[in-house]
């Protein structure tokens, strides 16, 4: 059975023109770009084409602003590890109450090796309270780091006023853009971000290879010191394959932007609003006029996200759920309960997030299989009743 793939905020499939692109460099081309020899010479120009096309991905200035990592979660480690660096009389941090893991679990170690954190909240539709970002601003804020696009809801953060209040008072703003990039069109040229993270894998390159985005001028430490690799901003020997890959996907990122946000778009709406007229119980989670194209996030209530996986999986469809497992436990996922959604409704909850190679085709087998799934599952629920 071909799975239908609504998990794409997971990983994305590796797109055939990334993998022709970065065939080579496993076979005739398998030179050391640090070597002298031409051989090996010719894969540090490749390296830099990459470079370019994920630097005119983002609208950057300059293709040397862009740092090749080995995953999303290295590039925001290495961003808020050069900021504590910069600044290493400052021992103030701001976040957000919804940010991935990466971000998430780094800052809840900081804090207990004595760093002050801030975590700003969200109100129920994911929107970061402004107010109170303004008024924890302070001399001691070494850095900012605010996700730009939600993993969970595609809620979308407003990077730019953010960046502005972090620029008017000297403070480094970082922002995790994994989710956002190839989503959503960025200029960074003209906006007030000092450092971006993203990964390969959530655009359709291979998993295993990310980039850092540092703003000309911006102080740089790094995280991982050895050889010259990167402009001795990061050593050890380049992923080569895996760069390239990330390059050209970025290519087609650019060449798909106006399908994501027409066709995908218009998939993941219909989807959305015929799950929500079949089914009665359920809304949708996040802010509905700043979200992502091909994110759609549902809660049923009543019923478990996991039950509901499970059944759909054997019709092949593949999404996730709003829990994470943690302590044996299943509890409603940090985003959901920041978002203040209520845990009958948290633990029913859903995530479709949808890609370029997704078909109507394919919306068409979740809006017809779905709707049973729920009723059945509601059928069993000891807090469920029709009436
Ligand atoms: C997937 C993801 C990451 C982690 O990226 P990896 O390449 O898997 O380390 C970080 N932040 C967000 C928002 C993500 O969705």
Redesign the pocket.
């Known amino acids: 059975m071909t799975p239908v793939y609504l998990d794409n ?1 997971a990983t994305t499939r590796v797109a055939d023109e990334v993998i022709e692109a970065m065939l080579p460099y496993f076979t005739e081309l398998y030179g050391n770009p640090s070597s002298m020899h031409t051989f090996g010479g010719q894969v540090a120009q490749k390296i830099q084409t990459a470079r370019q096309q994920v630097a005119s991905l983002l609208g950057a200035a300059s293709s040397d602003e862009i740092l090749f990592t080995s ?3 290295e590039s ?1 480690a290495a961003a808020v590890h050069a900021a504590l660096r910069a600044f290493p009389e400052r021992k103030h941090l701001i976040t957000s109450t919804v940010e ?1 893991p ?1 971000i998430k679990a780094l800052f809840e170690k900081l804090a207990k090796e004595g760093f002050r954190i801030t975590t700003i909240p969200v109100d129920t539709r994911g929107r970061l309270n402004m107010d109170l970002l303004e008024k924890s601003l302070d001399e001691d804020t070494a850095i900012v780091s605010m ?1 730009w696009a939600n ?1 969970e809801t595609g809620t979308l953060f407003p990077v730019e006023a953010i960046g502005k209040l972090c620029r008017e008072k000297g403070i480094l703003f970082h922002t ?1 853009a ?2 956002a990039v190839g989503k959503i069109p960025m200029d960074l040229k003209t906006m007030p971000i000092d450092l971006l993270s993203l ?1 390969g ?2 655009l359709h390159a291979p998993k295993g290879v ?1 980039a850092l985005y540092i703003r000309k001028g911006t102080p740089f430490t790094p995280y991982i010191v050895g050889g010259h690799q990167e402009h001795g901003r990061r050593a050890g020997t380049e992923n080569v394959a895996s760069i390239i890959g990330l390059g050209r996907a970025c290519l087609m990122a650019e060449e798909k932007m106006a399908e994501e946000n027409t066709r995908v778009r218009a998939m993941r709406d219909r989807l959305e609003k015929e799950l929500l007229s079949r089914i009665p119980k359920c809304f949708v989670n996040g802010d509905l006029d700043a979200r992502l194209p091909n994110t759609c996030s549902i809660s049923f209530e009543y019923i478990e996200g996991e039950a509901i996986l499970l059944m759909m999986n054997q019709y092949g469809i593949c999404a996730s759920s709003g829990s994470a497992c943690t302590s044996g436990s299943l509890e409603p996922s940090h985003v959901l309960r920041a978002m203040g959604v209520p845990h009958t409704a948290a633990h029913g909850t859903i995530r479709f997030s949808l890609s370029i190679y997704n078909t109507e085709a394919e919306m068409d087998t979740v809006i017809e299989k779905l709707p049973p799934i729920v009723k059945r599952l509601r059928d069993m629920s000891p807090f469920w009743s029709d009436s």
């Open positions: 905020n995953c999303g979660t925001d991935h990466a996700m993993n995790d994994v989710q990964s894998h959530k990310g």
